[in-house]
């Protein structure tokens, strides 16, 4: 099959626990043999469409397509889709081996033994736990556990995975090497990952293509690149963590805010009137510089963050706002900043983006 | 300063707790000890002899004392016992099952289970008989009516132990078994019941043990054929001779076994259920 091909499809999928509304009548399609991240703040209902799709939960509305059938009425066991647990759910009082060669002993498709081995020892060396097979789930590290509960769900060889937030249990260092694996090992196959992770890293980091949920909605659908560059309301640049957001009012093409009054190119739809400028766009100034780039920000210093590549500065508005600064370090050394100091605080007015009721364009 | 006072009068609790609850047995251990036939259940030991238990097994030259007549009742209770053992387990284990899911109705049919342990015992045997002999009429005997009546009191011991278990049971391993494309039947059969199996053991030995001692409920329930508590409570209306208590000390013994089996196979699954619990910090 082509990347293009869809691979499910949901079809106005509504799931409503009591007055709660955890999926609001999604319309998504997956390509086949692609890596999709659902990037959504806790609460927004990313488990619950990952439970609905599995058929672990039954939408109150609206249908599912996985390659090409109806599968909304079918049960979990009938659908062949993996689905890898954040807690990994390895069967405690099975061996490694036999945890990965469970679906394949108990399914309904019952192979001959020969064949059991040999795709589970493929399976197993496939995601690095070759040595393991006999020891006991409680006998592995969290890491290891990922891959086994990895490796018992690929070795049914599904075409479609989902995976719950699968680094959520690991530390930082092995989350970074599990996002090269994951990718690595999808590539191999022909198969479907849809990750569902509220780490706006993670998600740009590791999907080909992006969806971001709020409040049982997509709201935006892209590649990373689209997301990052164009967050497409303001809630979704907030989630990115990125964007300093000044609340304002647009009116006749120009924001105010409390950086004074600019004037904008053009505003994306949105429910407020938001004016939202990158961390790494937002540059620091001396008080009383005439050279600005563009609107003049008052801000007190607080505090700076090392992280490495890069260092991130902490200002105080006057109305108490916190807005960060990125520098990286590529781009030379940081100035030196004295911590409770008055700075402006500018940065050029094309690189913001605006959003608002009115639509200036 | 606290542990002058609190340490004293701990191990005056603990030293009362340890007599209340091994006392009677131990006493009953010496006087089955007592010499026979003349010997009564009564200190001093005249001097210790094992007649009583010889007495028991049919070994003693024949005397005024009658053999306990216990063989055949001891049989039927252990039946009994077996019966309600496997019929209650099996019903609180499903019964508990189906509380997983919340459902119309379930605050009731809680306590409508649950209601079988609380009403008292005698009133509860008392119905069933005159449910069998005067609505249904049907005869009593002790491995239906009085078999039913054990049923309804030890189900809801079943069923709440299973409760419990299932409270803390961590579904998402079943929802991981039905991903891999294994039907609801057999992930019962290869998952859940292979974890809650340490449940299912406490819950058949309650069921177990408290039929095999049921009283209250049987003496009215049970028809002619006598169960093992009734035979023994029907010795004690004529005169009590220390066979009764070789007897006890007998089916004590028996008790400890039954436990034995337990602890061992409960020792097998607790490493699973460390397992469980492992993976349960983690999430």
């Keep these: ?361 | 300063m606290e542990s002058k006072v609190l340490k004293p009068v701990l191990a005056v609790y603990a030293g009362l707790f340890i007599l209340f609850l091994y006392g009677p047995f131990i006493v009953l251990g010496i006087l089955s000890f007592q010499q026979g036939p003349e010997g009564g259940p009564q200190f001093p030991i005249i001097e210790w002899s094992t007649y009583w238990y010889k007495h028991l097994f049919g070994l003693t030259p024949p005397s005024r004392i009658a053999p306990l007549p216990v063989g055949e009742a001891l049989v039927r209770s252990l039946t009994l016992a077996f019966m309600t053992m496997v019929t209650s387990t099996v019903l609180g284990v499903m019964a508990a099952q189906a509380f997983r899911k919340r459902f119309r109705g379930a605050g009731l049919v809680f306590y409508l289970i649950v209601l079988g342990m609380m009403v008292p015992g005698v009133l509860t045997g008392l119905g069933t008989s005159l449910l069998a002999n005067n609505v249904v009429g049907i005869e009593r005997h002790w491995w239906s009516t009085a078999f039913v009546a054990h049923v309804v009191y030890t189900f809801p011991f079943a069923f709440l132990v299973m409760l419990a278990i299932l409270n803390r049971f961590d579904g998402s391993v079943e929802e991981a078994s039905w991903s891999l494309g294994v039907s609801p039947i057999t992930t019962f059969r290869k998952v859940t019941f292979p974890l809650i199996f340490p449940g299912v053991l406490s819950a058949m030995l309650f069921a177990f043990t408290l039929s095999f001692d049921e009283f209250p409920r049987t003496l009215f329930a049970s028809g002619r054929d006598q169960t093992l508590p009734l035979a023994i409570y029907g010795t004690f209306s004529v005169e009590i001779h220390p066979n009764i208590f070789a007897f006890g000390v007998m089916t004590t013994l028996f008790s400890f076994a039954l436990l034995s089996v337990y602890g061992i196979l409960m020792a097998l699954s607790v490493r699973r259920a460390k397992k469980i619990a492992m993976q349960e910090d983690i999430s």
């Design chain 1, 1 to 361: 099959m082509k990347q293009s091909d869809p691979i499910f499809r949901l079809d106005g999928v509504t799931r409503r626990y009591g007055n709660l509304t955890a999926l609001d009548s999604i319309d998504f399609t997956a390509e086949d043999n692609s890596y999709i991240s659902l990037l959504g703040p806790s609460g927004s209902g990313k488990t619950s469409l990952l439970r609905v799709i599995a058929g672990f939960e039954a939408p109150d509305s609206g249908r599912i397509w996985f390659q090409g059938r109806d599968i909304t009425d079918l049960p979990a066991h009938e659908r062949g889709i993996g689905f890898v647990f954040q807690n990994f759910a390895l069967f405690p009082h099975l061996t490694i081996f036999e945890n990965v060669a469970f679906g394949l002993r108990n399914g309904a498709i019952n192979p001959p033994e020969a064949e059991i081995i040999q795709r589970v020892k493929e399976t197993i060396e496939m995601v690095g736990l070759t040595g393991l097979e006999d020891r006991n789930p409680d006998q592995i590290s969290g890491g290891q556990k990922q891959r086994v509960a990895l490796a018992r769900s690929l070795v049914m060889q599904p075409k479609l995975v989902l995976l719950d937030e699968p680094l959520g249990a690991l530390d930082a260092n092995l989350r970074e090497r599990m996002q090269t694996e994951l990718r690595t090992i999808r590539e191999r196959l022909d198969v479907t990952f849809l990750h569902v992770t509220g780490s706006e890293t993670e998600a740009l980091a590791m999907g080909d293509k992006v969806a971001v949920l709020d409040s049982g909605r997509i709201v935006q659908f892209g590649t990373p690149e689209e997301i990052y560059d164009a967050p497409i309301i303001s809630d979704v640049a907030l989630f990115l963590n990125r964007f300093n957001l000044f609340d304002g009012t647009l009116k006749d093409g120009v924001f105010h805010g409390a950086f004074g009054s600019v004037p904008v190119s053009g505003a994306r739809a949105n429910e407020t009137d938001v004016y939202a400028i990158r961390y790494d766009r937002t540059q620091i100034f001396d008080t009383g510089s005439t050279d600005l780039p563009g609107p003049a920000l008052p801000a007190r210093y607080l505090a700076s963050e090392y992280l490495g590549s890069s260092i991130v500065f902490l200002f105080e508005t006057e109305d108490n706002k916190t807005v960060e600064v990125d520098h990286h370090l590529s781009l030379g050394e940081p100035r030196d900043l004295e911590v409770g100091r008055d700075y402006v605080l500018s940065w050029s007015p094309e690189q913001a983006i605006v959003f608002g009721k009115e639509l200036a364009r």
